[in-house]
């Protein structure tokens, strides 16, 4: 278990009305080892018992309470797999948990970039491929794919639509989101009549807005703040004690009861103690002080109820869920100099219930792949951009088995395996669904006790 992300959860603060998640509420959390231990991360039986589920259903047959649900599932939802426990697959929520927080010590230990991932990672990876002869067509997108002589014929279009080339090729890789894929299958012969891609009208996408505000500098400089790259800010100084032990803050639905916000969970970052081109140290050295900015990032997850505001409105939104969630003076929004707004609609993976019956294998086809965060739900216990990666990989071994390339076939790094506690517990847990299994998700003991006292006699 992480408990470093426990322990962020300050049961004795000094001010007692601070204090929101008592140790009894932090304890309610055990009532998730039933199904932690019954759900296996790689097995298909377990998506399918697990996956037509709301993951709403799994915490209240856990017995979690509320304040704990409030101030820390809740949150982790939000950001993680992006949405509501009434509209997250149980499967989901607990693979995604096992991965960033139950597994081991430090499972949340996550790594930032320390600038633009375009800049820092995307660019170079272009240059590298193109040096070795790989065709990059920036500007255009894929508007259908054909079969055609043992082969496939990929029809490109412009973003606006007309089309303006095609590709001859033996085999495609997709690494499209899943709403991309059910479009694209829709318009594509060689994709629709193939079975693994039948329901991908079925899947859903999360929307995503992102803000970067670029703030006038307040005129003193807080220093020796805790993680990221740099330890210094030029954020207003209530802002910056706020964030005083992380540059990231996350964020739950609901925060401060702005309507826009219900379903909407988020994350403030601090990009001067994260990017180096921000920092105060950089700029002290490299830039004149009339150009300075103080950067704030604030990304909201399920933004549908405001996706469509203009980028003034949406970037005052932003300052008002900085201003509730640190309980902060609002910034003025004359205090920013630039925005950029970012919008996503329904690019990211929903896991909602039933989302992981849909999921494809790498293969779809003869010499039809594809990969994603969103594939092969029941295989590699990995998640996010670790998913979309090893499935990338999984999906280039099995190009080059099928075509009989020798030197590029991808080896995948299996998943961590379960500590001897939890496979203590998972083979309690096989006994016990074995003996008495659960008409839906195992409940905790003191929920089982509850429901049999009130006469549920098949909990």
Not at 18 to 26: G, H, I, L, S
Not at 219 to 242: M, R, Y
Not at 379 to 396: D, I, L, N
Request: hydrophobic share 40%; proline share 5%; glycine share 6%.
């Amino acid at each position: 278990l992480d408990l470093p992300v426990l322990a962020e959860l300050d049961t004795t603060k000094e001010n007692p009305e601070d204090t929101k998640v008592t140790p009894v509420d932090m304890l309610s959390g055990i009532g998730l080892l039933g199904a932690w231990a019954d759900f296996e991360q790689e097995s298909r039986a377990s998506w399918e018992n697990y996956d037509t589920q709301p993951a709403s259903l799994l915490f209240e047959k856990a017995g979690i309470a509320d304040a704990l649900y409030e101030e820390f599932v809740s949150p982790l939802l939000h950001v993680l797999p992006m949405c509501p426990a009434y509209d997250c697959s149980a499967a989901a929520a607990l693979s995604c948990f096992h991965v960033f927080a139950l597994q081991s010590r430090g499972a949340f230990d996550v790594r930032w970039c320390r600038g633009s991932i375009s800049e820092k990672i995307f660019e170079p990876w272009q240059q590298q491929l193109e040096k070795r002869g790989v065709d990059v067509r920036g500007g255009s997108r894929v508007s259908s794919i054909e079969k055609k002589d043992g082969g496939y014929t990929i029809q490109l279009g412009s973003m606006e639509g007309s089309e303006i080339d095609a590709i001859e090729c033996d085999a495609v890789v997709l690494a499209v989101g899943a709403t991309a894929a059910g479009r694209l299958a829709s318009s594509s012969p060689a994709l629709s009549s193939l079975d693994g891609t039948k329901d991908f009208d079925k899947l859903r996408g999360v929307t995503c807005v992102a803000v970067r505000l670029f703030l006038k500098p307040n005129a003193s400089i807080t220093s020796d703040l805790n993680g990221g790259s740099h330890g210094k800010t030029q954020l207003p100084p209530d802002v910056a004690e706020a964030m005083s032990d992380s540059p990231i803050t996350v964020c739950g639905a609901g925060i401060g009861g702005i309507d826009e916000l219900k379903e909407t969970g988020f994350c403030i970052y601090d990009l001067q103690r994260m990017h180096d081109e921000f920092s105060v140290d950089y700029y002290n050295n490299n830039v004149e002080a009339n150009d300075q900015v103080a950067v704030l990032e604030i990304d909201f997850y399920r933004a549908d109820a405001f996706v469509d505001m203009d980028d003034d409105h949406i970037s005052d939104l932003a300052l008002r869920a900085v201003s509730a969630a640190f309980r902060t003076a609002k910034i003025d929004s004359d205090e920013i100099v630039d925005a950029v707004v970012l919008r996503a609609r329904n690019a990211v993976s929903h896991f909602a219930p039933n989302s992981a019956l849909y999921s494809p294998d790498v293969k779809l086809g003869d010499g039809m792949y594809i990969c994603g965060d969103w594939v092969d739900r029941t295989g590699h216990a990995s998640w996010s951009t670790e998913k979309s990666v090893v499935t990338a990989r999984q999906a280039a071994s099995a190009l080059s088995r099928d075509f009989g390339l020798k030197d590029s076939t991808c080896e995948v790094i299996p998943a961590a395996k379960d500590t001897s506690q939890l496979t203590a517990l998972r083979q309690s847990a096989r006994l016990l669904r074995n003996v008495l299994p659960p008409k839906t998700l195992p409940p905790s003991p003191w929920v089982f006790a509850k429901q049999l006292l009130s006469g549920d006699k098949d909990p």
